[in-house]
């Protein structure tokens, strides 16, 4: 059949244009495409924009009917049609987008209609309508059959104003009532019930009646048939429908009347019965066995191109029903012509359509009595071929390709959904099925279809409710799962509860993206926070792809509490973390909607009790290290986009910090600290105040890890060196970046105002020089020998642990330091800083600490006093470096006694080091006046014994 021209006097009776004020603060994330020819699909945000065709069916509708829908899509840019229970509002939909194409094509001068596409229906979560329409970068008619609150958002002013800024005209089509959608007052405007019956053109009926009467004829009464066609006008009116005018015509071929009376009698009954009671008779009456299961297979595979239907249709017929064998065609279809066709909605790709509202559950519903085990194992095969459209085998020829499986799955999730609505204990077993799969796509569709049942009528909210009870309460589930999937594969027993778990929780996150902000009901936020409380592998992936990709944007503020206890969970608070920093620095107002979280988890924390010695982490404590990790991520991409955030961390970091309420809250205060002092180095202080001296291992320990965790995101180098697992990127010719780490030491060296911060510097050094810098430097000097990287020394392990062994074990590789005496503690001291006085009291700290260094870590403290220190930019650091290791190889010469001023051997050595200091007169001067003081004094020693 042929679709009748588009009558560019329906675009004409309107006359109406205008764009939609648009909404200059609105947040659409644009896609960009280019060179794409315009029959090209568009990928857009998880869905597809196919160009669709209007042209595959017969229907025409009254032109007063359409225009005024016509004037609302070209002036609010957004039209919703809900159709009736005799009107199908998918055709309708069509020729209002054919309308809007041309009247839009006129109005911008150009000779053809503006595109028309359609939204595929996406695998997984749907794309919001504003992704949608940031897709298209031409002026497009966007149409959108079977929409959902859910899919359109919150705000239809905002959505009108999103399409009118594109120059788009969205048109959508509800299956739901506008009550199910729950639209304020001043939405109204854009939605159009289309429940006239008297919305078809007659001239259409009366040429479809004219169709079913040539059948007739041949077995009529003359004198019938000529008051039949004298009649035709008015019988057109009378019957209203297409259906019911193909009713008659099957009527008048069976019944044959022979008076007008039964005639007219005939006509007033069929104008007045109920569709379903027609589809009923048709069901019943008009089909034979064979019939009935095609029209049931049809009613299942609705929604998918010819050739996948033909196929499907075929292998039910013969694997699950026992029909004889044989290829299913066009022509085996002709009987069930009245509900079915199909509709050319994309060039050369016929689509199998219902062609009335409601028509599936109808069949279903006058086909159960009879054919239930029939229709029960329909929806097992549906469900198994949507788990095995994930992969390559059971495809029918040409229909391989990855959009046909997805419209497969979305055509069978809907045929689940209307259909569980009205028979719940048939889709159980097959939904079951799909939850055995375990894959992300599959739990998602299973999270759709329940999600449809929550979002509908109170009757089908009540139907998914009782169903999660059953599932999560009752064993017969679970057991269920288990032979399912020991049939698949044998030995994963013991996970069917951790896969209802998810496939309900994505069922709850779907739902709750419907809603609208922080608005969630609380039986099911209840329902999200127990589902989330069992962090088994499946949970936690549904957790971070349902719970924080797709509802923290909007309704972070109630889920608040529980965003504190997945932080218990370390893969899942990265997650939580990764997801709130990116929320922040993408969007002002969630950025703010983060920082408040971040200082109400703050404020907790301070009026937290204190923790006992051995007592786990709170959710308090969670959150709060969960905080300093948000404003750690922040500052790796750049810092936070608001003062709000810095503000609210810096304090929860101050709160860890003082309040020192659990050792894991204290880390990563700390670690926080560390990193964020390269950017605001005050923040340093936070930490230095009060510090431990017991803690100087435990601080280094950190240092050295931000260090090498710094030094691992260089990724270029033309050397690769592996510590521990890790490999990081070496260039020999270029100095070492400087660190956070290094930045730290430098500003406590030149800051720092107490003996524990000087000496955690050098510690520090030390460490980072053990543990990663000599490798590098090892690595530098000979790139072709391997590097055996020690393991890090334990940072509980205290300076006693580290005494020396015996001397038979050890073979000293550097020297050892005279660690007491005059010389080391007090002229040392004044020697080195004759001319800098103001580093002398740093020396006289650093000097005895650096000489308890063990003997084994000899060389990496000669590496940072004569490496890394001499890098840092700042003068001081690099003053502090030569002057220590001028004191400490001076040092050496008293190594061997500590009862003797100075060891013989020691004298070239020292004479050697006065002479280049230009001071040897003042030694011997020093020295003479040493030899008279003595001198005198064993005098006046003399003088007393004598």
Request: with cysteine.
């Amino acid at each position: 059949m042929t679709q009748q021209p588009a009558r560019t006097a329906v675009a004409a009776q309107a006359g109406v244009s205008g764009d939609a004020q648009r909404d200059n603060t609105m947040t659409i994330s644009l896609l960009r495409y280019s060179g794409m020819a315009a029959t090209a699909d568009l990928q857009a945000g998880g869905g597809t924009l196919a160009p669709l065709s209007t042209g595959g069916t017969n229907e025409t509708f009254l032109s007063e009917r359409v225009a005024p829908l016509l004037a609302t899509a070209t002036r609010k840019h957004l039209l919703v049609l809900q159709g009736s229970a005799e009107v199908a509002v998918e055709p309708l939909l069509h020729r209002v987008a054919e309308a809007v194409a041309e009247h839009a094509g006129r109005l911008a001068g150009q000779g053809a209609p503006i595109p028309i596409r359609e939204l595929i229906d996406p695998d997984g979560y749907p794309a919001d309508l504003f992704t949608i329409l940031a897709a298209a970068t031409t002026p497009t008619v966007i149409v959108v059959d079977r929409a959902t609150r859910r899919l359109s958002g919150w705000d239809f002013d905002r959505l009108a104003a999103a399409a009118a800024e594109h120059r788009h005209v969205l048109l959508l089509s509800s299956a739901a009532p506008m009550s199910a959608w729950r639209l304020a007052p001043a939405e109204r405007v854009y939605w159009h019930n289309c429940g006239d019956p008297e919305i078809y053109e007659p001239s259409y009926l009366l040429t479809l009646l004219l169709s079913k009467l040539e059948a007739f004829r041949p077995l009529a009464d003359p004198g019938i048939a000529a008051y039949i066609q004298a009649e035709l006008p008015v019988l057109c009116r009378r019957l209203m429908h297409p259906f019911r005018v193909g009713a008659f015509g099957r009527a008048l071929r069976e019944r044959r009347p022979t008076t007008t009376d039964a005639v007219n009698a005939l006509i007033d009954e069929i104008a007045t019965l109920e569709l379903r009671t027609m589809i009923g008779r048709w069901f019943h009456h008009e089909l034979d066995r064979r019939g009935q299961l095609l029209a049931l297979g049809l009613s299942l595979l609705e929604g998918i191109d010819e050739e996948s239907a033909l196929h499907h249709l075929d292998r039910l017929l013969q694997e699950q029903w026992k029909q004889p064998s044989g290829v299913i065609d066009r022509v085996d279809l002709r009987p069930l012509d009245p509900c079915f066709h199909m509709v050319e909605r994309r060039p050369h790709r016929p689509i199998l359509m219902s062609r009335f509202p409601a028509q599936r559950r109808t069949i279903v519903q006058v086909a159960l009595p009879n054919l239930r085990r029939s229709l029960s194992h329909g929806l097992f095969y549906l469900a198994e071929h949507m788990r095995r459209s994930l992969g390559d085998a059971d495809e029918p020829p040409g229909a391989a390709m990855r959009a046909d499986r997805s419209e497969f799955r979305a055509a069978a999730a809907r045929a689940f959904i209307e259909i569980g609505a009205g028979e719940p204990d048939l889709v159980e077993g097959p939904l079951l099925l799909l939850v055995a799969d375990g894959r992300s796509l599959i739990r998602d569709r299973v999270g759709q279809i329940l999600a449809a049942w929550y979002e509908g009528p109170s009757a089908e909210r009540i139907l998914f409710m009782n169903l999660v009870r059953r599932w999560l309460e009752q064993p017969r589930a679970a057991s269920l799962i288990d032979g399912i999937r020991d049939a698949i594969d044998p030995g994963a027993i013991g996970v069917a509860r951790d896969w209802i778990q998810a496939a309900l929780l994505a069922a709850c996150c779907i739902s709750a993206r419907g809603l609208r902000a922080n608005e969630i009901p609380n039986e099911l936020l209840e329902l999200i926070h127990r589902l989330c409380m069992n962090p088994d592998p499946a949970t936690q992936r549904a957790i971070q792809e349902c719970v924080l990709a797709q509802l923290l944007p909007l309704h972070l503020e109630q889920l608040d509490p529980l965003l504190g206890e997945l932080a218990a969970t370390r893969e899942l608070r990265m997650a939580l973390v990764d997801r709130l920093a990116g929320l922040a620095r993408s969007d002002d107002h969630l950025d703010q909607q983060v920082a408040l979280l971040s200082i109400r988890w703050q404020g907790l924390a301070a009026g937290a009790v204190p923790h006992q010695d051995g007592a786990a982490p709170t959710t308090t404590d969670h959150g709060l290290i969960a905080v300093t990790e948000i404003y750690n991520a922040l500052n790796r991409n750049g810092g936070p986009s608001s003062a709000a955030i810095t503000l609210g961390t810096i304090r929860a970091l101050r709160t860890a910090r003082v309040t020192a309420r659990h050792p894991q809250t204290r880390e990563a205060a700390d670690w926080s600290l560390l990193q964020l002092g390269a950017r605001d180095p005050a923040l340093w202080n936070e930490l230095l105040a009060g510090f431990d001296p017991s803690r100087t291992d435990y601080y280094a320990t950190l240092l050295r890890d931000l260090h090498m965790a710094e030094r691992a995101l260089i990724n270029q180098g033309a050397l690769e060196l592996e510590l521990n697992g890790r490999r990081y990127k070496v260039t020999p010719d270029a100095d070492a970046p400087q660190t956070t780490s290094c930045q730290f030491i430098d500003y406590v060296l030149a800051m720092g105002k107490t003996d524990a911060a000087y000496q955690l510097a050098l510690r520090a050094g030390i460490v980072m020089a053990r543990d990663f810098d000599l490798h590098e430097a090892a690595l530098i000097q000979a790139p072709t020998a391997p590097v055996v990287a020690a393991p890090p020394a334990d940072p509980k392990a205290s300076k006693a642990k580290k005494a020396d062994p015996p001397a038979a074990e050890v073979v000293p590789t550097a020297p050892t330091y005279s660690k007491s005496g005059f010389f080391c503690d007090v002229f040392l001291p004044i020697f080195v800083t004759r001319d800098a006085p103001l580093l002398r009291p740093k020396i006289e700290v650093l000097l005895p600490y650096a000489q308890e260094t063990p003997v084994e870590e000899v060389p990496a403290l000669a590496y940072v006093l004569d490496q890394s220190w001499n890098r840092i930019d700042r003068g001081e650091t690099r003053e502090i470096a030569h002057r220590l290791a001028e004191a400490l190889n001076l040092s050496i010469l008293g190594s061997r006694s500590a009862d003797v001023l100075l060891d013989i051997r020691a004298l070239p050595t020292l004479y050697q080091a006065l002479k280049e200091q230009k001071l040897l007169s003042m030694a011997i001067a020093a020295l003479v006046l040493a030899i008279a003081v003595l001198s005198v004094l064993v005098l006046m020693a003399t003088q007393i014994m004598g």
